[in-house]
């Protein structure tokens, strides 16, 4: 069983920076595409930024691409999102995921059921 854990969340104002970390229990994690998600107070869980096992290949929802950047440091088991220019829609609870190659995996993903792995979630909170 693989555990996640996510760190580096919190408050912050609009236009204000933050790097939200996804540290995993086992080194298969190397093996996995990673996704964050995030979901705010009444809305579904939607995926947002999305990395490859080796961490060649990113892809990002409209609604953070150019200011959000995902990357990965297999050595040391864990993912990173780097979230710039934040604005107050961004404020939710953030999850990273990992989708195990065993039970398949599309690229690039889209949807939650395909993540096998998830984080407690972590808040972030921005201020306008």
């Known amino acids: 069983q693989v555990q996640l854990v996510e760190s580096g969340g919190g408050l912050v104002q609009a236009g204000d920076s933050l790097i939200l970390s996804c540290t995993a229990s086992?080194?298969?994690?190397?093996?996995?595409?990673v996704g964050w998600f995030r979901q705010a107070p009444g809305e579904e869980r939607q995926l947002i930024a999305a990395?490859?096992?080796?961490?060649?290949?990113?892809t990002y929802a409209d609604s953070v691409r150019g200011r959000f950047t995902i990357s990965r440091n297999n050595a040391e088991n864990t993912v990173y999102l780097q979230m710039d220019r934040l604005k107050p829609e961004d404020a939710a609870v953030y999850y990273c995921?990992?989708?195990?190659?065993?039970?398949?995996?599309?690229?690039?993903?889209?949807?939650?059921?395909?993540?096998?792995?998830w984080g407690q979630g972590i808040q972030v909170t921005v201020t306008s």
């Open positions: 086992t080194r298969t994690f190397t093996k996995y595409n």
């Open positions: 990395i490859n096992w080796s961490g060649g290949t990113t």
């Open positions: 995921a990992a989708d195990d190659p065993t039970y398949g995996s599309n690229w690039p993903p889209a949807l939650a059921g395909e993540f096998e792995y």
